[in-house]
């Protein structure tokens, strides 16, 4: 046995000292913790440790910092970047087990979350409240996971994004310390931003082992919408009048004719397969209503068809299933093909642009990429629908996508709107970022001079 | 002449060179450069640079930072806590004369300016494309100033904080580098969030030179409301349930029975001198006359009396103004004082709590000090009217103020709701944020290794 293996197992006795069998080295476990939902290949982690408390996590790292192992956080493994690959071995920490909704205060429309609470666990626990957490990204992700990643998803037009709706977080940093970034107050000057440093941090700079987030009254009124257009430049210009209307829309997404011909296959819907949008109003009553009108009245100047409004229940959840399943009827156009979801976002002044722009390079290639878009925000992605045995496919996937990036970078906008950069975007970050891309190193370095915290995702050192 | 002297000299004649008369060390405007609008003493620096653009910047900062020389970046000097004050003596860029608004996007509802452009400057601008910028922190404040210390006032309850409306920023770093912190995309996950790092950063990190800023549609319909209360918690109990209750209200400011006073006496406003709430509602008409319907009825239940409710411009004006003038009306109730305004923040649950403790201490003191405050956000401030030439005075404000603030942090509060650090906070940030000050101190010293940026605020290092 090598001096270096020697060393290597010291740290896995002492976790096991620690956490007894909730260490795990079989590999069927190492597997599953080392992938999310993408097509990126599988990188295990040499254990999966299962924490209970901030406490348990601190000794954990403080292990790992002591021997120089690598500590990936894992949530839900929903990411889309790799995120949760163990590039570098080391240990995996699975926060699924820190699951308990710590606090909720309807007086302060806020609560305090474990990391492992799931964003519709909370809602569940919220129902008898009348409050609700709007942040959406399609996936029953970790609330944990949600702020390591900045998601986002379809309410953030009106709600915004786990930036704005994250008041305060417990984070274990490199050498085991643990910090409260900020009090429960609305706002505050008091220092540097450390919520919103940690904030789409991914676990490079700590692991994140409380939340404190924004809460919503559930609105009086809620009412949903469809409409069709002939062309896409008309779908995209009632949606930036829409916005430039100030109309407090909850949800705009697009769906192109690829999409909802998947859709009508996959979720028996029985809208046109036509560039489509899908609408959601909060308000009062009156003010739902009045929405509703706005919006109708703006489509139809773009060409939109019959404006299909309901505030029935049942319809509107019909719709968002299907908006939620748009991914899986993406993937079932092709069975067994495994998708690759894009992901710019560009200043809604250019987004017309850049969809057509992309539509023209999809039109000139042989892969399948159905889109959809939360374009209230400028964000939209394309699935390539991919055989992951076939190189030449992958790499007319990288050709388009890096296509698509440059071309957003060039309109103003950015190459992750809400999935984050794991490893899978960070080629992209020198010509996002320029300069600003050494801060961000020489923050990580700060924070983790022994580069041990998910290392080889965001910026490389 | 000393080494040290002759050293120091050397970056005098190395930014005569670089800007001619632009570089001042008069003492006149060395000490017009030494202070803010508050209480704490003037500490003029060494000279005074005249800006005028990013670049001139950076070679200013290059030529400080070749001699150790401390750097304070000074918008308009209104800041509260010391902020421009030259601790340390060095050279102050005054960025005024960089007031230049250089992009307006109509469509992206956004809008690129130069630190020194205020933000009356910003909305008189904006007043024919139908747009506006809506944080109001009383003063027309340079934009570069209330970014750096992330202001808001009293539209933050419904539009947010600087730390909401500011998208990206050019930033010069202490080496001179000159970095953008982020694309012009609304969202973004591509990597750490520098924006929020530098916004209210006091200038300890780096010279902010451009501001990137969300702006709104005007609303169709604005109109405001007043109401007064028998009793301060009875107003505070109508504030929180207005807040729970999900109605969107744009301001939503309390005086107490003090400030009333003044105000009657400074801006003629017949209004009767009890605990009064000030409101005012964005939206369509019907939205509106919905919103203010809503508030009436919840002010109605605790307590309030008439609900006078006007959508007449003049009207408007006048009672903002009013509110705008709190702080003249204030020290016109003892002549020649000078003002030392409070600034807590706490959970919207405890602020009546805060408030009804606080008033009780006030009950006892020899101090007068009306409260007004940005309720809806749990914000409010005392101003403490002083003679500065005696000492007991300032020693009895300094026991009230750290018992309000003591008070508020063990509500869940903070030191600082919007005013800033500066050096006048620096002594609460250990109490409100334990182990995680050691963090912010990790990042100024990552960032200014020589501590020439702004040295002695928000953390000593």
Redo the contacts between chains.
């Keep these: 046995m090598s001096v270096a293996t020697a060393l290597r197992n010291d740290w896995l006795e002492e976790l096991k000292a620690l956490l007894g069998e909730r260490v795990s080295t079989a590999a069927a476990v190492r597997e599953q913790h080392g992938h999310d939902e993408s097509w990126h290949e599988t990188a295990a982690p040499e254990a999966v440790c299962f924490a209970r408390s901030t406490e348990e996590v601190a000794a954990i790292v403080k292990i790992c910092a002591a021997h120089r192992v690598p500590v990936v956080p894992f949530g839900t493994g929903t990411s889309l970047e790799g995120h949760v690959n163990a590039l570098h071995g080391g240990v995996t920490i699975d926060l699924g087990e820190m699951n308990a909704i710590l606090r909720v205060?309807?007086?302060?429309?806020?609560c305090t979350v474990q990391p492992g609470v799931t964003r519709k666990q909370l809602n569940e626990h919220l129902r008898d409240t009348g409050l609700f957490f709007p942040i959406d990204p399609g996936a029953n992700a970790s609330l944990g996971g949600m702020a390591a990643?900045?998601?986002?998803g379809t309410n953030?037009v009106r709600y915004?994004?786990m930036?704005?709706n994250v008041l305060a977080l417990t984070v274990v940093?490199a050498d085991g310390?643990?910090?409260?970034?900020?009090?429960?107050?609305?706002?505050?000057?008091?220092?540097?931003?450390?919520t919103?440093?940690f904030?789409?941090?991914e676990g490079t700079?700590g692991v994140i082992t409380e939340v404190t987030l924004r809460l919503?009254?559930i609105?009086e009124s809620i009412s949903a919408a469809v409409v069709s257009f002939p062309d896409i430049e008309g779908a995209v210009q009632a949606v930036?009048t829409t916005?430039?209307?100030?109309v407090p829309v909850a949800r705009i997404e697009l769906l192109d004719e690829v999409q909802m011909e998947a859709i009508r296959n996959y979720s028996g819907l029985d809208y046109p397969a036509q560039p489509t949008l899908f609408l959601e109003f909060h308000g009062?009553e009156?003010?739902v209503a009045?929405q509703a009108e706005t919006v109708g009245a703006i489509c139809g100047d773009h060409g939109g068809g019959d404006f299909r409004w309901s505030s029935r229940t049942e319809d509107r959840s019909r719709l968002w299933e299907a908006r939620h399943n748009a991914y899986y009827a993406a993937l079932a156009m092709r069975p067994g093909s495994k998708g690759w979801p894009t992901?710019v976002?560009?200043?809604?002044?250019a987004l017309a642009e850049c969809i057509v722009e992309t539509k023209k390079d999809l039109a000139g290639s042989f892969l399948l990429a159905p889109l959809v878009g939360h374009v209230g925000?400028?964000?939209f992605h394309l699935s390539f629908l991919l055989d992951p045995d076939k190189p030449e496919e992958l790499a007319e996937a990288h050709r388009l996508n890096d296509r698509l990036v440059m071309r957003a970078?060039a309109l103003?906008?950015?190459?992750?709107?809400?999935?984050?950069?794991g490893y899978g975007?960070m080629k992209?970050?020198q010509a996002?970022?320029?300069?600003?891309?050494?801060?961000?190193r020489?923050?990580?370095?700060?924070?983790d001079p022994d580069n041990i915290m998910n290392p080889g995702k965001?910026?490389a050192v």
Tied chains: 1, 2.
């Design positions: 205060s309807a007086e302060d429309l806020d990643t900045r998601a986002s953030a915004g994004t930036r704005e940093l310390r643990v910090i409260r970034t900020a009090q429960r107050a609305r706002k505050s000057s008091a220092g540097y931003d450390l919103r440093l904030v789409g941090s700079l919503y009254g609105p930036i916005i430039q209307a100030g009062s009156a003010g009045e992901d976002c560009v200043p809604i002044s925000d400028g964000n970078l103003g906008g950015t190459c992750t709107g809400e999935h984050g950069v975007k992209f970050l996002e970022h320029g300069e600003a891309l050494s801060v961000m020489t923050l990580k370095q700060a924070l965001i910026v």
